[in-house]
């Protein structure tokens, strides 16, 4: 039973223990009494021997083990997305340095293991031509494995908070009947952090297609804003920032702002670079345009007010040169 199967027993209710009463009577005379001890110390040191054989079996399933990349099957959509820079580091570091953290595996019916948690560095190894790996076996059904990996990748701290949204999403779907406080005590997590992924289930579904092909593109707070500005009728433009975020056109706080803009007011700022005035090898003034206004910063308050005039003169002109009728 995984935990979450525990928590959602928990909600419902979970009924007392009855201890059964034992059908056979109680020895009353001494050797009968001493006889009826003598079996349970017998099948009490029997249980133990069971027990202690099988923590040794579990102590050497966990430590020191290795096993053949060959007998390693990937589950599609459990290895972590790196970016091929962080691919190349972990493929550098493994080169280098032996492996600290074992991969956990678990059997597969039909032969060999599948990886809960360790694709990449599984996929390093057989890239540097390696032919064995440190592996941890666990013993989980399919539910539980899947939440092992999550879990396993959860607390990497360069994992994009949309694919922890994704992990406690499918956590969610498989258990309906847990809140988010129960989830994110399993977790380890606040309620908070998990409510505030959760804002992903806002967006439209254009922008988590987005998403799914660049998970970094925005964070769980750029997400919490967008959601609202979708649900306030503007999904259309929340679609089209996460898409320049994904671009790299804007960041996370630009792409809030293009979203929250609205179409009447939509047209962006052009700002050019300034031009340099000089007077000889000094600095007369500088000249910006951003749109319809123009900026003039002069070296001195005198300089600026020789020049007033002549701007003067110079408009004067031209407004009368433009003048209808």
Known sequence: MSIYDKLGAKTAG???????????KTPRTAPGMFLN??????????????????????EAAAVGRELSLDALHEVAGRRRKLTEQQYNELKENLRQNPLVTPVTVRKREEGGFEIVSGNNRVAVFRELGRTHIPAVLLESDDDQAEINAFYANLIQPDLPPFEKYLGFKKILSKHPQLTHTQIASAAGVSRSFVSQLMAFDELPEEAIAI??????????????DLAVLAKKGKSEKVIEAIAKAASGELDQAQAVRYAALDSAVKRMVIKSEPVRIRSGKTTYCDLRRANNVLRLQFQ???EASAAQEMIQDVLEKLAAENRVG
């Open 14 to 24: 979970i009924k007392a223990r009855t201890v059964d009463k034992p059908t056979e």
């Open 37 to 58: 001890a003598a079996q349970r110390i017998d099948a009490a040191e029997t249980k133990v021997e069971e027990l202690e054989a099988r923590l040794k079996e579990a």
């Open 211 to 224: 998403l799914l092909e660049k998970p970094g593109a925005i964070g769980a707070n750029a997400a919490q």
């Open 300 to 302: 001195s308050a005198e």
